[in-house]
Each structure stands twice: as C-alpha cells, then as structure tokens.
C-alpha cells in the first residue's frame, strides 16, 4: 500500500494549486487520509483530513477558508485544493493514511506515509 503525493511547484502570491494524494494496493475505503506539511526549520504541521467512507472533512488552523479537502473514489485520491497561496505556504507537503474513522489529524494516528511534493509560492 502506498501514497504518492504530486501536484507541487512554484506559484506566485495569490495563486491556486491542486495536490493530489494517489493510493495504490488497496482501496482507500475506511481510511482517513490527511494532508500535512512541513517548512524549512519549522515542526510538522497538520492541515486538513478527510473519512474517505463518508467525505467528512477537518480544515485547522492556515487551511481553514483557503484549502478544500476532497476526494474521488472512483480514482482512489484525495486532493488539497489551494488558493489564495502566501509566501508562508511554502512547504513540502504531504499527505498520509490511517485505517479507521475520522476526520483527524493526530499524527500518531497515521500509520501510511507518502513522499512530500514541494510547493514554493513567490512574493
């Protein structure tokens, strides 16, 4: 079972990127799948999550108003629309899987982790 995370590059403030979080081995059914990032230097920080059953979505925190959780079951990938992109966004972004119900993104619960894709949004 893996992710992979794609959709990453570079886009000027103000602009919008979709990233995309394919699964491969198994279905996402009775997963939750979160999207986190990191930045240079800074601790891990969990952006949003999604029950792939059910849909049901947490934004927290920066993503809240800007970035839409969502997901396609019949492609198995969940996607982090996001706009309004701020220098501060910029980030390695990854997403990752738990089997269980949620919406959550308690990092401890994440047991399936893909590669990060880079955003960079120039000011």
């Known amino acids: 079972f893996q992710l992979q995370a794609s959709g990453g590059g570079l886009v000027q403030t103000g602009g919008s990127l979709r990233l995309s979080c394919a699964a491969s081995?198994?279905?996402?059914?009775?997963?939750?799948i979160g999207w986190f990032r990191q930045a240079p230097g800074k601790e891990r920080e969990g952006l949003s999550s999604i029950y792939f059953n059910d849909g049901r979505t947490l934004l927290v925190g920066s993503a809240k108003g800007r970035f839409t959780i969502s997901r396609d079951k019949a492609n198995n990938t969940v996607y982090l629309e996001m706009n309004s992109l701020r220098p501060e966004d910029t980030a390695v972004y990854s997403c990752a899987a738990y089997l269980g119900r949620g919406p959550y993104l308690t990092t401890v619960l994440y047991d399936y982790w893909g590669q990060g894709t880079l955003v960079t949004v120039s000011s």
């Open positions: 081995g198994r279905t996402l059914d009775d997963f939750t």
